[in-house]
C-alpha cells in the first residue's frame, strides 16, 4: 500500500531556478548574437559588397575600422576614417584631424572609389554615410575648385533624402563655407597639387541592399563617384526572427571577436566557420596568438622620405640610421648593434595614460639628441611604442614640427623657432601622419603633452624645474657643446638608467683597488648590483637603494665577501640661501644606517618612513660632456660621454675622498655607433688621510 504524501514530500522550485520572459529573450538575443552568427553574417554582406565594386568596376575602400571586415584582403585597395559622430544631429564637422586626402589618390588612380562601412540594427545607413562623407565632398569641391559662378552647382552639399531631411540639410550647409575656411587657414593643404589629383568634382552616391545596381559599369562625365555603400541590409524585427542574421554584425568588434582581426579572420575564413561556437573561443585565441609573432611593418611619413613609425614589438631595424623608442625599457645594445643602428634615443614611457603624461617630460630629451646627429640630415629615423599608434605618434609630430621643411626635408642643424609653431601649424602637421596611416591615432593625453612641449604659451610649467621657466628657446639652443652644463633631465634620465634594471639583470661591477700604503690591501672586486626603487612619502625625493655582492681577490691572493649598500636621491640643485636655483636636479649619495635597520633585506629598502637614509656620502657636480673618454676609460671608442666630479671634497674621520664620474651616452637613453653598443657608467675614489692613500675605480655595465 502506498504511503500518503505530505507537504515535505513536495518539491516546490524556487523563483530563482524559473525563466521568466526577459531571461529567456535574453538567453535567445545571446546566441542568436553568438560569433558564429556573425561572421556568418558577415561573409553574405561581404558577397554584396563585392557586388556592388562589380558593378561600378571601382576598388573597395574600408572606411575603419568596421568596413574592413566586409572587404577581403586582396580586394581592398585603402582605408579611410569618418567619423559617425561629426554626422550626428547638431554636432556635424569637418575634421581637421583626419583629412582623408589618401581617398584623392584612389580616386586619381581609378575614377572614384565605393567606401564600405555599415550600422546596427534601426538604421539604414550609417552617420559616416549619410552625412560626414557628404560634408567632407562638399568642403574639399569648395576648396578645389571653389563655390561660386559656375562651379557652385558643382559644390552643392549632396544627402541622401531618405535619411537626410530639409531642415537638417539646411542647418549642415550653412556651416560648409566655415569648414572650408578653417581647412583652408589651418591645414594650409597644397590646392594646385589636389587640383592635379581630381579632373572634376567629388559626387557621392548611397547604395544599400535595397539600391538597384548597374548591369554593366556606368561612366561619369561631371564628376567622380563616391560609392557609399552600406553594407548590411536593414533588419526591421529583432535579430532572432532573422535566422541568425546580423545587422552590422561587425559593428563594436571589440565586444565580441575576442581579440580576432578582419585580416586574420579572412585568412582563416575556413577553419572559423567549421569551428563550433564552444571552440571558437579557444581557437581564436591560438590564432591571434600566432599573428603576434609576425614582424611589425613601418609607415613613412609623408611627405619626408626618412621618418617612420612602427610598433616596437617584433619590429625589424635593420636599414634604420636613427631609432627612437617610447618604451619602458630600451633595446637590447645588441640587437642595435646587429641592426647597424648609428644613433639611439630612449624615451622611457610606461604604457597607457601613464605612458602620456611620461612623455611631457621625456619629450625635451629629442632636443638634445637631435643636437648631436649629423648635419643635415640624419638618415632613416625610426620612432616606436608598443602600439605604434600613440607614443610614437606624438614623437614624431615633434619631430615634424620642429625639424621638417615643408617638402618633408629633415634638417637637424637646427629646430624651428617657438614664435614659429602654433596650435595650427601642430594640427597641420599630425595630418601629415593621419594622411599617411589614417590608423595613426594618438590620444588626447598625448597629444596634450606634446602641446605642453611646443606651445609655451599653452603651458608655461611644461619645463618648470622650480619656480622659475625653461623656455622652449631655451630648449633649442645647442645642447651638447663639449664644455657646456646640460639640461635639467640629463641626471634624471642617468638616475632612471640606474634603475632599468630588472632584479635578474643587475649590474655587473669590476673595482680596482690601489694603494699606496701595505698597511691597505690593494686588488679586484667583481660582482654584481641593483638599484631598487624605494617608496616613501609624496615630499621625499626619488630614492634608489644601491646593493652590491662580489668577491675581492687581494694582490697576494687572499679572497673576501664583499657587500656594502648606499642610498641614491635624487634631488634639486639648492642656492646659497637653501632655496631652488632653478639649474635643474643633482645626483645625492647618502650611506646606508645599518644601526636603524639592522639585518634589512634589499626587498626592505630604506624603511616605510627612510630610516635606512644615513649621513650624506657625496654630491655629484655639473655635468659636461666630453670628447674624451676620461682618465680611467677602458676602451677607445668611448670617446663621448658625460662626466662629474663632487660638489665638495667628503671628510670622512680623518679620510678625505673625492669623486669622479663618468657616464656613457647609454645612460641618457642614447647609444652612438661606435661606442661598443654597451651601457656602462665609472666611479672613482680618491682617499687620502692618516691611514689611507689609494684610489678605487669601479667600472658597471648592464648584463
Known amino acids: ?334 640587437i642595435l648593434k646587429d641592426a647597424g643602428v648609428k644613433h639611439y634615443l630612449h624615451l622611457k614611457c610606461q604604457t597607457g595614460k601613464l605612458g602620456s603624461r611620461d612623455l611631457r617630460t621625456q619629450l625635451p630629451r629629442v632636443l638634445c639628441f637631435f643636437s648631436s646627429l649629423p648635419i643635415p640630415s640624419p638618415g632613416k629615423i625610426l620612432v616606436c611604442c608598443p602600439t605604434g599608434k600613440d607614443l610614437s605618434v606624438g614623437t614624431a609630430l615633434a619631430i615634424l614640427c620642429l625639424y621638417t621643411g615643408d617638402e618633408g626635408d629633415i634638417d637637424t642643424s637646427k629646430p624651428r623657432e617657438q614664435s614659429g609653431i602654433v596650435k595650427a601649424f601642430v594640427k597641420q602637421r599630425l595630418s601629415c601622419i593621419t594622411t599617411s596611416n589614417p590608423a595613426l591615432n594618438p590620444s588626447r593625453a598625448t597629444l596634450q603633452s606634446v602641446n605642453a612641449v611646443l606651445l609655451e604659451s599653452q603651458d608655461p610649467r611644461a619645463f618648470s624645474t622650480s619656480k622659475h621657466t625653461t623656455t622652449l628657446t631655451d630648449r633649442t639652443k645647442p645642447l651638447l657643446a663639449a664644455t657646456q652644463n646640460p639640461p635639467p633631465d640629463v641626471p634624471t634620465a642617468i638616475f632612471e638608467s640606474l634603475q632599468c634594471c630588472k632584479a ?63 642610498v641614491y636621491q635624487l634631488k634639486p640643485s639648492l642656492s646659497d640661501k637653501g632655496e631652488e636655483d632653478g639649474s635643474g636636479k643633482h645626483i645625492v649619495v647618502h650611506f646606508f644606517d645599518d644601526e636603524k635597520l639592522p639585518r634589512a633585506s634589499v626587498a626592505d629598502g630604506v624603511g616605510e618612513k627612510g630610516e635606512g637614509v644615513g649621513g650624506l656620502f657625496v654630491e655629484m657636480g655639473d655635468l659636461t660632456t666630453s670628447t674624451s673618454s676620461g682618465a680611467f676609460s677602458t676602451s677607445p671608442d668611448e670617446d663621448r660621454a658625460w662626466e662629474a666630479k663632487n660638489r665638495e671634497q667628503h671628510l670622512c674621520a680623518e679620510d678625505l675622498y673625492t669623486a669622479s664620474w663618468t657616464f656613457g651616452e647609454g645612460m641618457t637613453g642614447t647609444i652612438t655607433k661606435g661606442k661598443g653598443g654597451e651601457t656602462w657608467w665609472q666611479v672613482r675614489y680618491d682617499v687620502n688621510g692618516p691611514k689611507k692613500d689609494y684610489v678605487s675605480t669601479t667600472r658597471y655595465s648592464r648584463i
Not at 168 to 189: M, S
Open 1 to 334: 500500500m502506498s504511503q500518503i504524501l505530505t507537504e515535505a514530500d513536495i518539491l516546490f522550485p524556487h523563483l530563482s531556478n524559473t525563466p521568466n520572459l526577459s531571461s529567456t529573450l535574453s538567453s535567445l538575443r545571446r546566441s542568436t548574437l553568438s560569433t558564429h552568427n556573425r561572421l556568418s553574417s558577415i561573409i553574405s554582406d561581404s558577397a554584396f559588397v563585392t557586388s556592388v565594386a562589380n558593378a561600378y568596376d571601382l576598388p573597395l575602400v574600408a572606411n575603419e575600422r568596421c568596413g574592413s571586415w566586409y572587404i577581403p584582403p586582396s580586394h581592398k585597395t585603402g582605408s579611410v576614417y569618418f567619423k559617425s559622430t561629426d554626422g550626428h544631429m547638431g554636432e556635424w564637422g569637418f575634421s581637421l584631424r583626419r583629412l582623408n586626402l589618401q581617398l584623392l589618390d584612389v580616386v586619381e588612380k581609378w575614377g572614384g572609389a565605393v567606401v564600405v562601412d555599415s550600422t546596427r540594427r534601426g538604421k539604414s545607413m550609417p552617420d559616416a554615410l549619410s552625412k560626414t562623407i557628404p560634408i567632407w565632398c562638399c568642403v574639399i569641391n569648395r576648396a578645389i575648385f571653389g563655390g561660386e559662378g559656375k562651379e557652385k552647382h558643382n559644390s552643392k552639399l549632396c544627402t541622401p533624402p531618405k535619411a537626410v531631411g530639409e531642415s537638417e540639410h539646411a542647418q549642415i550647409q550653412g556651416r560648409i563655407d566655415g569648414f572650408v575656411r578653417q581647412f583652408l587657414e589651418i591645414c594650409k593643404p597644397n590646392i594646385p597639387h589636389l587640383r592635379s589629383k581630381l579632373q572634376k568634382p567629388l559626387r557621392p552616391i548611397w547604395v544599400t541592399h535595397q539600391s538597384s545596381v548597374p548591369d554593366s559599369p556606368p561612366s561619369f562625365l561631371n564628376f567622380h563617384p563616391i560609392i557609399l555603400c552600406t553594407a548590411s541590409r536593414r533588419v526591421h524585427g529583432a535579430e532572432a526572427s532573422e535566422s541568425g542574421y546580423i545587422q552590422g554584425a561587425a559593428d563594436d568588434h571589440e565586444a565580441w571577436s575576442n581579440g580576432l582581426t578582419p585580416t586574420l579572420f579572412w585568412e582563416n575564413k575556413d577553419l572559423l566557420m567549421s569551428t563550433s561556437e564552444e571552440d571558437a573561443p579557444s581557437v581564436i585565441s591560438k590564432l591571434v596568438k600566432e599573428e603576434k609573432g609576425s614582424k611589425a611593418i613601418a609607415t613613412l611619413i609623408a611627405p619626408t622620405s626618412e621618418l617612420f613609425i612602427s610598433p616596437n614589438e617584433n619590429v625589424d631595424l635593420a636599414g634604420f640610421d636613427v631609432v627612437i623608442s617610447c618604451t619602458p625599457y630600451p633595446f637590447p645594445p645588441s
Open 504 to 566: 635578474d639583470k643587475p649590474w655587473a661591477f669590476r673595482r680596482t683597488l690601489t694603494s699606496a700604503l701595505p698597511t691597505h690591501p690593494s686588488g679586484t672586486v667583481t660582482g654584481t648590483a641593483t638599484f631598487t626603487p624605494c617608496t616613501l612619502s609624496a615630499s621625499s625625493p626619488p630614492t634608489l637603494l644601491y646593493a652590491e655582492e662580489g668577491e675581492f681577490v687581494t694582490d697576494t691572493g687572499l679572497k673576501f665577501t664583499a657587500r656594502r649598500k648606499y
